[in-house]
């Protein structure tokens, strides 16, 4: 009964939470505050966990939400943000609306391929909100956009916002993390393969629409499948979304203008939305590419890849460590270079100069992004802290041994 007790005890803080975010509406970074305080309540009460040691899992979990988790997304919506003010993310929108007139064609690249690309880079929304105004523009009815950028969202955010949902969970269950992200590539294998034809018939009204571009769906999932599983497995998380991406848009664009049958008219996008709003110069398309190129560039250069460069990097660090009472230690490495959140600000700050963005604007827009995250960042930190907390206490320990324990014996 005792361990029936310590079981209910240790879900209720989730329980509350779910009830708070769902049921009353509270926002999420409240609700995660007054789960914490009530894990902390119950680590005192009932595990009798001593006040030195919730206090440095408090601030264990705070910093490793800061570092790498909310350091990354900052990066990441920073860059996204800053590409709207220097309309560069306007260009990328005109070079794939001009692409081809076939709407089935056009949702592969905006959502599968482009939407992709952007969880890779951003994540947070932008790989769904994006994709959808760029189709609603196109003429796209705006149920048809949503339902599609959703569904062909479903399988880049393991590896959103560069990665870090599998780098995380490789470090928390020590698995290297090439293995663990090869093996997340493999289970998600098949739905990468057959998604680009569900799209294709959401857009289309039925799986009659996938006749005459079963071809080119084929090639976009296998185009996406292969890189991001040769790069999963040889340099690990980071990297893999974007590489499925940026092959299959660059492989779906060239089979798109290589297209030699004409578009029926029921998937033919009106000439006026498919126009390109301007021509544009290889510099411009350079300019409005260079903050994602210079992000994949850094992070390829720090990856194990390039062994010599990581190394020097990872010099650069800071190694905290917080002492529980019980003589145990937790301890966390600061890169304050070789981190993806920082590669991401450094390569938003010179791509942005590149785009003609003068350095105040980009501190303006950075402390804009920065307010904008305010209560993620609680969130996150807040919800980190509860997590150690809950390790640190023996609260997940117990209500592991219940569950084992309570399972049917053969």
Not at 80 to 102: C, F, H, P, W
Not at 124 to 134: H, K, L, Q, S
Not at 231 to 260: C, D, N, W, Y
Request: hydrophobic share 55%; charged share 10%; proline share 5%.
């Amino acid at each position: 009964m005792h361990e029936y007790l310590l079981f209910s005890l240790g879900v209720l803080p989730l329980l509350v939470m779910i009830l708070l975010i769902l049921k009353i509406k509270m926002p999420i970074h409240q609700a995660v505050l007054i789960t914490l305080l009530l894990t902390l309540v119950e680590a005192t009460i009932f595990w009798h966990t001593p006040a030195l040691t919730l206090g440095s899992a408090m601030a264990y979990g705070v910093i490793k939400g800061l570092w790498p988790i909310v350091i990354v997304i900052l990066g990441a919506i920073f860059s996204y943000n800053l590409m709207l003010q220097t309309r560069s993310m306007e260009v990328l929108k005109n070079l794939l609306a001009g692409i081809s007139d076939d709407k089935r064609i056009q949702v592969l690249l905006i959502s599968w391929c482009f939407g992709g690309f952007l969880e890779a880079a951003a994540g947070y929304g932008t790989a769904v909100a994006i994709p959808i105004g760029i189709l609603i523009a196109l003429g796209f009815k705006p149920l048809k956009a949503a339902i599609a950028s959703l569904v062909a969202n479903t399988v880049p955010t393991a590896f959103g916002a560069v990665g870090i949902p599998v780098s995380i969970l490789a470090e928390q269950v020590n698995l290297p993390v090439t293995e663990l992200s090869g093996t997340v590539i493999a289970q998600l294998a098949l739905f990468t393969l057959l998604l680009p034809f569900v799209i294709v018939a959401i857009i289309g009204d039925g799986f009659k629409a996938i006749r005459g571009v079963f071809g080119i769906s084929l090639v976009c999932g296998i185009a996406t499948l292969l890189p991001q599983y040769f790069v999963a497995i040889h340099l690990g998380a980071e990297l893999p979304a974007f590489a499925g991406s940026l092959v299959s848009l660059l492989v779906v664009a060239l089979m798109a203008k290589k297209r030699q049958k004409p578009t029926p008219a029921a998937y033919r996008i009106d000439n006026d939305q498919c126009r390109i709003t301007g021509h544009y110069s290889s510099g411009q398309i350079f300019k409005a590419c260079a903050i994602y190129l210079l992000i994949f560039v850094f992070i390829l250069l720090c990856s194990p890849l390039f062994p010599e460069i990581k190394s020097l990097l990872t010099q650069v660090s800071s190694k905290p460590v917080f002492p529980l009472a019980n003589g145990v230690e937790l301890s966390l490495t600061i890169d304050w270079i070789a981190t993806p959140g920082v590669l991401i600000i450094l390569a938003t700050f010179i791509g942005g100069t590149l785009q003609g963005a003068s350095l105040a604007s980009m501190l303006k827009v950075f402390s804009a992004t920065l307010k904008q995250l305010k209560t993620s960042i609680i969130a996150i930190t807040a919800i980190v802290a509860m997590a150690t907390v809950m390790d640190v206490s023996g609260l997940i320990t117990d209500m592991a041994h219940t569950l084992v324990n309570s399972r049917p014996r053969a």
